[in-house]
């Protein structure tokens, strides 16, 4: 919302021709940016003695010394157009000023300055007012004293005010959990005037809705309830589905840890089926092993999961799989600098190349994932040797 000194619909061809003319050479300036000779213009109306222009000069003054940074002289202003008690002018400074203390966090004022709005009578201009009132109650906390405010810039029949209010009080309800009464002014907003941000909260609101009936599901395929008239606890194929879609619902929501917290109790459910379909679930795309590697042939019946499959899993569930890619193509990116360094520089002594090859094979060591890569090619090494104690010791390649 943003006040101005245009035009009244209250004006009309009269007396005083040459403070009309003044007042339309200060709009004129002002608009082109010569702000300090636009407030001299509108001063010598103010200090001219026009009883018609009076008004309209004293706004104009306002917004171009608001403008030029000169706030106490702005609402100084602003006060002169309002003890006018134009019927035009005089609400539009009040709603200036109280846009003015908003801006500095000066609740009280612009409490006083909205008010002196709406006891102004101009209709045009009430529901901004009610606007601002409901956003000022809110910060104080005071929902009853919001709530009616919020009413009223819904139903004022102005259409922008209207989506504006809608998608501010709207936004606030869903952040509180009360979804159902979000959907409905998110549609009065809508009935008012179309609005992108409407239609995006009514698309979250939704959402709620979904992560409400998955978390019903969920909820009695962990109890084992039977709801009314099944006869059957929660098939499987049906608790995984939920679990899969709350969890990915809760992280499109942003609340990661509820996410995380539903795909780990799906996997440790007490039925053995649901649980095996959460993880399957889990694990959709994942990179399969080809049991036809000559790796697989050696690994036999031992579990061929690789050691890094625990990471990736927890990353999916608690939606960092970004996070964990970020720090593969990081620890990939400084692995290739340290070798590539020594054959850049045309260095071709063991010495050197020993040291790059240290530096590359310690660099995973920096990453929580690191550990296990280290500790998975000492039991690899020690298979192949054939050997029942280590090849390497405890904690290689770190420096003891």
Not at 44 to 72: F, I, K, N, Q, T
Not at 212 to 233: C, L, Y
Not at 334 to 348: D, V
Not at 375 to 384: K, N, S, T, V
Request: with cysteine; net charge negative; charged share 25%.
């Amino acid at each position: 919302m943003t006040a101005s000194a245009g035009p009244s619909t209250h004006d009309a061809a009269g007396d005083e021709p040459e403070f009309k003319s003044l007042c339309d050479q200060a709009r004129d300036l002002a608009e082109s940016g010569h702000l300090i000779r636009a407030a001299q213009v509108y001063e010598r109306v103010v200090e001219g003695g026009s009883r018609r222009y009076l008004p309209l000069a004293a706004l104009g003054l306002a917004v171009v010394r608001h403008d030029m940074g000169e706030v106490a002289a702005s609402r100084a202003a602003a006060r002169t157009a309002i003890g006018t008690g134009h019927p035009e002018f005089a609400p539009r400074a009040a709603y200036h000023m109280a846009l003015s203390y908003e801006g500095e966090g000066d609740a009280e004022r612009a409490g006083a300055a909205w008010r002196e709005v709406l006891d102004s009578g101009n209709d045009r201009y009430g529901p901004a007012a009610h606007y601002g009132l409901a956003r000022l109650a809110e910060e104080r906390g005071d929902t009853a004293s919001a709530q009616e405010h919020w009413q009223r810039a819904l139903e004022s029949g102005s259409p922008e005010i209207a989506a504006q209010a809608a998608h501010d009080y709207a936004g606030r309800l869903l952040a509180r959990g009360r979804s159902g009464a979000a959907e409905s002014v998110v549609r009065r907003g809508l009935e008012s005037s179309e609005h992108a941000g409407l239609r995006l909260l009514l698309g979250a609101v939704h959402v709620e809705h979904a992560i409400s009936a998955f978390g019903t599901v969920v909820a009695e395929a962990e109890t084992g309830a039977e709801p009314a008239g099944a006869g059957a606890r929660v098939a499987p194929e049906v608790a995984g589905g939920a679990v899969e879609l709350l969890a990915r619902l809760l992280a499109v929501r942003g609340d990661a840890e509820a996410a995380e917290r539903v795909w780990t109790d799906g996997l440790a459910h007490g039925d053995t089926a649901t649980a095996d379909e959460v993880r399957t679930r889990l694990r959709r795309g994942f990179l399969a092993p080809d049991p036809d590697s000559a790796e697989q042939e050696d690994a036999g019946e031992e579990d061929t999961q690789g050691w890094w499959e625990p990471y990736v899993e927890a990353a999916v569930a608690q939606n960092s799989a970004p996070m964990l890619t970020g720090e593969l193509f990081v620890a990939l990116n400084q692995m290739y600098t340290h070798l590539a360094l020594p054959l850049a520089r045309g260095e071709h002594d063991a010495t050197a190349l020993r040291r790059a090859v240290e530096e590359a094979v310690r660099t995973p060591g920096e990453y929580v994932w690191g550990r296990a890569l280290h500790d998975d090619f000492r039991e690899r090494l020690r298979l192949a040797a054939r050997s029942d104690a280590p090849v390497l010791p405890e904690g290689w390649p770190d420096p003891e």
